[in-house]
């Protein structure tokens, strides 16, 4: 892995035109690719993400910008603030994490996710959640080189799964 040096992060300001296009743009990015589940966001999620993103204090992003071209924006993770009951401190789950392909291998998440642990520990999180697909095993290994696991209470009852509904 050769990391990008001339990377800029930054929490996103969901006010900042600039942020909430780059936002809307990696996240179209990724939901085009096979990760992602193959299909471009719809333009309802397109003109409605910014105001839904303001409106929700629970919710923050991280945003990576390659000043050598530009400040083109290359990576994105958005996260979900939650709640842990057992330990009675949010918890933060990160729910997107996208890299754009030219930028993948050269450490851009690893320096997303540094950031984006600062900001959970300056929230009072007792933890990071997140969920990868079984096929992308590129990202389990840089997860699990940063310290995620699979979540379990007792090994004896196994690991959990994440599961959905769609309503």
């Not at 990576?64 to 009675?88: H, K, Y």
């Not at 080189?145 to 090994?155: K, M, V």
Request: glycine share 8%; aromatic share 8%; hydrophobic share 45%.
């Amino acid at each position: 892995m050769t990391a990008t040096t001339s990377l800029t992060l930054c929490q996103a300001d969901y006010a900042n035109p600039v942020h909430m296009q780059a936002l809307l743009d990696l996240l179209d990015g990724y939901a085009r690719d096979p990760m992602g589940g193959a299909e471009p966001l719809s333009a309802f999620a397109k003109a409605h993400l910014p105001q839904a993103l303001v409106a929700r204090p629970h919710l923050f992003s991280v945003l990576a910008f390659d000043a050598a071209a530009g400040d083109q924006p290359v990576g994105l993770i958005n996260c979900v603030e939650g709640f842990s009951t057992f330990a009675c401190q949010p918890l933060v789950n990160v729910h997107d994490v996208v890299v754009t392909a030219s930028y993948r291998g050269q450490g851009v998440a690893a320096q997303m996710l540094a950031l984006v642990e600062q900001l959970a520990r300056a929230r009072g999180a007792c933890k990071l959640t997140l969920e990868v697909l079984e096929g992308n095993t590129s990202a389990q290994k840089l997860y699990r080189r940063l310290g995620f696991d699979n979540y379990q209470l007792d090994p004896a009852m196994g690991q959990a799964q994440f599961m959905q509904k769609w309503l």
